[in-house]
């Protein structure tokens, strides 16, 4: 088991990425022009009340400290005080985190389910009806952006033919995930169509390819060529640009949440941006981080375990 | 020979081109009897691959078709039967193995699982009784610790093991016919022999019938009872090996014997008219204790300090100006990274590296501008060399240009003086690789060394990839070109007869190290190491009365035989 050894070694490479990250973070959020007193206070702003805020939140102090504070916070779990929903950040996320992560998961599952029969369709095919058809159908999802393709769903699915809710989210596990579904499938459907493409390519590539015809040479049916051999290779590509695509699926998220009205980290970023409210966007901002470099890790670990080539 | 087991009439392939059909095996026949190995010999392109596919229907493009003859076994016609017919014959009656078992091994699979697979399927038994089967196939093929390596992935192997692997998936459900193409040609010669012993092994315990696909003609000799003789998809000739190779009847045939760079008879001190080096002349490459050593990946925070690998552990060298010296040695053997570290190409860990008087390592800038005026390369892939997008003509231009050593109107002049040298016409100026073949490819490499005006000229594997009578053309042209030029020349090759044809003095490397060295003759007719003597002995000859010796014991096939490859760097 030395080839999974890298999983004691890397979250040690995670530590100056973060710091990195947080760094970033915190400095861009502070470069949005805009004040989060003046926000929050409205129309009742007045030059004392501002300063009374700016020094509550610590806005007042040089950005070096801020940042000092920052970390110092973090080195106790915590991410500071939200300037608009009065409580510690790192609580919000908590309450947030679990539609999101649900979405995204079903959004990955789902686009697989889409992506791997259609693209063996397509490659088995190569060349033949079936192969142009999927292409036609995949080049059209990648030019549909998501929140057009959201809408099309709702109309569609919602209002026309009343199967699926319009907006928000459920109570128990079953409801909740039958209000997932179209924000699931909105997300799927235009990731299936990279997915596709990548592994249609690979596919087509190892029919073609040794492995393939050692196979056949043994007599193996074309079935147990193309599950056993063809499938598994073609994987170790797709795999890799599912973890690059991470970053792109996050901002899918934002997107759909805000466009289904689901309470998740996204619409809560959102909400944050508009108020101006730096804590909670840079608490967002540091999971997202987060996620997507332990995405890439598990994504590692996935490519070792199909590919015993890899070392780490 | 009595009833053959099977029979192939008058089968001709064609390929549907867009400029209309071309028939790329034309009428062929020949028959297979049982437990006889069959040789089909010719060069790239004269279509024994191609026909081998045919015989089980495993066309490599689908605009290939075979447009008549027959294939029958067990009376039936092997062209005309079924999709699931052909697939149980597959496999079930006509193992296959390839060139190449590294690319043809599922990386993903277990090689035990690989073999299993075909035991399943075609036996249609339960997985626990394929296991059993597939490690005693294991252990037929020559692995010597099958329950434990029924476990690894072909990665882990080398590239002997995957080949006794891939044999071994073949074998899987026992045919009686075994397809083998090209199955020892990416394999180095000690071990080449060694799967050249198993096949002949197993032709023996089971009664298998070979086809072996092969361009050398010293293997055909060494193992097979018939030859047949392929060019450009037709038979030529065929026969018992000792008529074909002694009374070779078509002048194909005798130029192909006539191009096989055979070992000459091992005389006793043999004496070979050999210029005395003057000895006040000061070497033009002088190697000393030279150490490359490259990092190991894989370090991580808890394993201590970083691992190196050793590919060239203290090698001391010196060449003269004018001398040819040929460096031999198998995979791993370091020869290509002493080459690259001579020419600056590769970091030098410990050790000097002296061309014509600048030290690569103390006086770097100067020694690395003398070396790129004054050394040139041709490399083993002609077509991997040669940027596809240039003409001949440009890619020469492009070195001239740079050099500045002719003036810029002289150019085309000097490109046509090139490409006269390395004997080609001077219309390939304006071709590209692509349209050229692998020996014109090669020619063109030649003339862009030359352009560099070059004191040294190092040439790694150059001619192993192309086929023996343009082999024999390239050194021919080398030879010519060292007299005339005053070249000096190294030669590194993994063929020993072309470097004892070619060098007057060989370098044998083993790991990094030089084990031997001396005048070519001397070292050929009476090495004295045995490692020499081994790597000497496994060269198939073409006289099929100077049997292959077999394979020595020793540390060599031991480490090949321990089943996990060590890490080493070709």
Known sequence: MHRYKFVLHRPLQFLPVLFGISVITFVLVRLIPGDPARVLLGTKSTPAAIAAIRAQYGLDQPIWLQYFYFLQNLAHGEMGKSILYKIDVLKLITTRIEPTLTLVLCSVLLSLVIAMPLASLAARSNGGPADHAVRFVSTFGIGFPPFWLALMLIIFFSVRLDVFPVSGYGETVVDKLYHLILPSLTIALSLSTVLIRSLRTAMIAELKGDVATAARARGMPESIVFWRHVMPNSLVPTVNLLAVNVGWLIGGTVVVESVFALPGMGQLLVRAIFSRDYMVVQGVAMVFACATVLVNFLADIVTVAIDPRVKQ | MSEPLL??????????????????????????????????????G?????????????????????????????????????????????????????????????????????????????????????????????????????????????????????????????????????????????????????????????RESRGLSVILITHDLGIVAQTCDRIAVLRQGRLLEIGDKRDVLGRPQHPYTQNLIASHPSMPERQALAVIAQEPVPLKARPLVEIDDLHVRFPVTGRGLFSGGPREFAAVKGVSLQVMPGETVGIVGESGSGKSTLARALLGLTPISEGHVTFDGADIVTERTKALRKLRRETAMVFQDPYNALNPRLTIGATLAEVLAVQESVPKERIPERIGELLDLVGLEREFASRKPLSMSGGQCQRAGIARALAVNPKLIVADECVAALDVTIQAQIVDLFRDLKQRLNLTLLFIAHDLAIVRNLCERVVVMYHGQIVEEGPTEDVFSAPREAYTQALIDAIPDIDPDKPLVSPRGGDALAEETSGLVTGEIS
């Open chain 2, 7 to 44: 029979s192939v009439r008058d089968l001709s392939v064609v390929f549907a081109g867009e400029d209309g059909p071309r028939t790329l095996i034309d009428s062929l026949s020949f028959d297979l009897g049982k437990g006889e190995i069959l040789g089909l010999v010719g060069e790239s």
């Open chain 2, 46 to 202: 004269s279509g024994k691959s191609l026909t081998c596919r045919s015989l089980v229907r495993l066309m490599p493009s689908p605009k290939l078709a075979i447009t008549s003859g027959t294939v029958m076994l067990d009376g039936k016609d092997l062209t005309t039967v079924s999709e699931a017919d052909i697939r149980e014959v597959r496999g079930r009656d006509i193992g296959m193995i390839f060139q190449n078992p590294t690319s043809h091994l599922d990386p993903l699979m277990r090689i035990g699982d690989q073999i299993a697979e075909g035991i399943r399927v075609h036996r249609g038994v339960d997985s626990k009784e394929a296991r059993a089967v597939a490690l005693d196939i294991l252990a037929q093929v020559g692995f010597p610790h099958p329950a434990r390596q029924y476990n690894g992935y072909p990665h882990e192997f080398s590239g002997g093991m995957r080949q006794r692997a891939m044999i071994g998936v073949a074998l899987s459900c026992d045919p009686r016919i075994l397809i083998a193409d090209e199955p020892t040609t990416a394999l180095d010669v000690t071990i080449q022999a060694q799967i050249l012993r198993l096949l002949m092994d197993l």
